[in-house]
Each structure stands twice: as C-alpha cells, then as structure tokens.
C-alpha cells in the first residue's frame, strides 16, 4: 500500500519564502546562542529600560502602566522647544515674558519674576537642570500663547514618538486629574531626546546653573554617582513618589531606564542606577553594515531578473554578552516577486535573530525591507515566458512532494 502526501503549489498564489541569511560574524550560532538574561527586580512601582540606539526594551516592569509622572513632563516640554528651535521657530536669544501665572506657581523654579525678562536659553537650563515650573510655563505660554494650548502639542507629539500611555494636561507635571505618562513611553521619549537633539541634549548632564543670583544644583544624583550617566530628568509629588529617567552611555551602548515610584530621592537613583548596570553587565549594541544585511531576490516578468533588497534605515541590534556570534537575520517576502516594482517600495521585512540554548528562536527585531532600485515591466512575450518558467516551477515542486512524501507499507 502507497501513502501519498502531496502540497500543490498555484501559480499566481503567494507563497512565503523563507532564508536564513547568516552575518560573516556569526559562526556556529546555535551552538553558541545565549539565553536572555533575567532583568532585576527593583523596589519602585514601575520601571522600563530601553536601549536607544536600538529602540528594544532590555527590561520593563508595569512598564504600561499609565502614572502620575510628576515633573517628568519636562521632557517632553523641552522636546518641543528644541524641535521649535531646530525647525528655526523659537530662538535661543529670544527674551520671554513672565507671566502671573508663571511667578506664582510654586515649587521647583528658577526664581522667575514679571519684572525679567529671561532669554529662551535661559529658560532651557532651568527646566533641565532647576525642573523650574516657572520656566515651563513662560515657555509653553510664549510658544503656543498658553499652557493648555501648549498642552495639546505635548500630546500630539506624544503619539507620534508612540508613548500609547501618556495624557498630559500641562507644562509642568503639576498634579492633575488625568495627567499621566508610563514607564515605557518616558524611556522612549529619553531615547528621543537623545537621538533627535543631540546638541541640547547636552544640558541634561549639567550639574548646576545660576540664574540671577541664584545657584542651584541639578537634583539627578546620578550625574554624581554613576560616572556614564548623562542626564534626564528627575520627578517627584506626593502621588508620584521619586521618580527619575536616567541615560547613561559606555562602549557604545546606551540606555535609557525609567523608574517610577520609589520612596526617596537617594532610591530613585539607586534602583535607576541597577537597571543601567545590568544593561552594562548583560548586553551589547550592535550596528551590522547595510551590505551585510541587503539581500539580492528573483524578480518574474521583469526588464531585470533580480532586485536587490536594503533595510529602510540604519540596523541596530541589542543582543546579550556572549551570544554576538549567534545573531543571524532571516529574510521574509512574498513570492513569487512580479515587475513592475518600484524603487522603495517595501517587499519584505528581515528579522534578526538568536537561537537559545534550548534551540528556541528568538527573535529580535524585525526591519522592512524595500526595493534598492525600480524594475520595468518585460514585453508580452518575455512575460508569457516566466509565466510558463513559473507554471513548470509550481509543478515541478509538487512532484517532487509527491516522491518525497511517499511511504511504502
């Protein structure tokens, strides 16, 4: 008795291709491959740490869990006058008024009066380094002519850089019913800061600044404590706890780690200061080179045969310490690929990714993948040839299913 098994492939239907496409680096990777290490717990409500080079999420406790984020907000105040200044809207010589509102709102200020006028640079090292409520408002009130209007910028922003978790109804981070962020979306906006303003990211890691007369220290202990530490920012309110996000960059790798609701000043840094050092300890950034990563595919019906595939942006990769050499990317795409194609048009995505000990892929992250140039469209008869180049393919494969998966009893 014969016992056939047979897949029938169609011409016309896609089928998924995949390839194991292996870096030069990465020999013998499954023998090597590592296992993802077990974050720290941390005695805070929530906490999220990110790598900002690669955007992935190296560990992360109620990280979505939507809190108050007390002067945290500042950072995404500061992430709209720098994006104001780059775009040429907002000048850093510019003088700002003082408002009522701004003079008298209390708690951590720069000791803002209506009778100065301070300059929009000034205004800057006071929320990064003072976390001035004062200098939040007469910013957001010279910028969009008031805190609830700015506010609705701050939100807008927010969902673009996809901080899914975070409300906020002012300037400031001032308690409000309804103003709230996460763990997660505040390390994401760290990395932002980071990436998209290097230049004025700069003040984050200022220790103090004097603003008529008056000399302030910066509250983030980690600039003191932890020698690659950089900034953010620091939090606190009654409801919030001591909260900080801090940014700590060595060997070329850095992370952002957010930390909510501990229960002091000095905790707060301690238990930020475990998450950066367990990202240190345990991982690593790696950047493999674009013409490691693009691949050339078969193209059907084409002016060309092939079209060569490149990732969208550059490729960055955290992977644990000691499994470098296991980091592989596999390539996805629906086939078979039909001209016409055009150039950057995506066809595909490229995933990276290690194989643990117990033979478990992981993967990593995953890249889109798009044409690197344009492929025309064959005449007729060079079309009605891989049609038929397809048609034999298609059938040649079921065959061989056929005879592969016969089993004589």
Not at 262 to 273: C, I
Not at 371 to 400: F, H, K, P, T
Request: proline residues 4%.
């Amino acid at each position: 008795m014969v016992k056939q098994q047979s897949t029938f492939s169609i011409h016309g239907v896609f089928r998924l291709i995949t390839l194991l496409l292996v870096l030069p680096f990465a020999t013998n990777a499954y023998a090597q491959a590592s296992d993802w290490p077990e974050s720290p717990k941390l005695d805070a409500r929530a906490w999220a740490m990110i790598d900002a080079r690669s955007g992935q999420i190296i560990a992360s406790h109620n990280g979505d869990e939507s809190l108050p984020p007390a002067s945290l907000t500042k950072m995404m105040t500061l992430y709209l006058a720098f994006e104001a200044i780059k775009q040429g809207r907002l000048s850093l010589d510019t003088r700002v008024s003082v408002s009522e509102k701004a003079w008298k709102i209390g708690g951590s200020t720069m000791f803002l009066e209506p009778r100065l006028h301070p300059k929009v640079g000034e205004l800057l090292h006071g929320i990064a380094t003072l976390s001035g409520n004062d200098a939040c408002i007469a910013l957001a009130e010279h910028m969009e002519g008031s805190e609830e209007t700015f506010a609705e910028r701050m939100n807008a922003k927010a969902r673009e850089l996809g901080m899914l978790h975070s409300h906020f109804a002012n300037a400031t981070g001032f308690p409000t019913e309804g103003h709230v962020s996460a763990a997660l979306d505040m390390a994401t906006l760290g990395a932002a800061l980071w990436r998209d303003y290097p230049d004025q990211y700069k003040l984050f890691g200022e220790k103090d600044f004097s603003f008529d007369g008056h000399v302030q220290p910066n509250r983030n202990r980690l600039l003191w404590t932890f020698n690659e530490a950089d900034g953010i920012k620091t939090g606190h309110t009654q409801e919030a706890g001591y909260c900080l996000v801090g940014s700590a960059e060595k060997a070329g790798t850095r992370f952002v780690a957010a930390v909510f609701g501990t229960k002091s000043d000095r905790a707060r840094a301690q238990e930020t200061a475990t998450l950066l050092k367990f990202g240190f300890n345990h991982f690593v950034t790696l950047r493999p080179a674009e013409r490691d990563i693009r691949r050339q595919v078969e193209v059907f019906e084409g002016t060309e045969d092939h079209v060569w595939l490149k990732p969208t942006t550059d490729i960055w990769v955290t992977v644990p310490k000691g499994s470098e050499s296991a980091l592989s990317f596999r390539l996805r795409y629906d086939a078979p690929l039909k001209a016409p194609i055009r150039q950057d048009q995506k066809l595909g995505v490229i995933d990276a990714i290690i194989t643990g000990k117990d033979g478990k892929v992981n993967v990593i992250r995953s890249f889109p993948m798009v044409a690197a140039a344009s492929v025309g469209q064959a005449s007729w008869i060079s079309r009605q040839w891989d049609g038929l180049r397809l048609w034999m393919r298609d059938n040649s494969d079921a065959i061989e299913n056929v005879t592969g998966n016969s089993e004589a009893k």
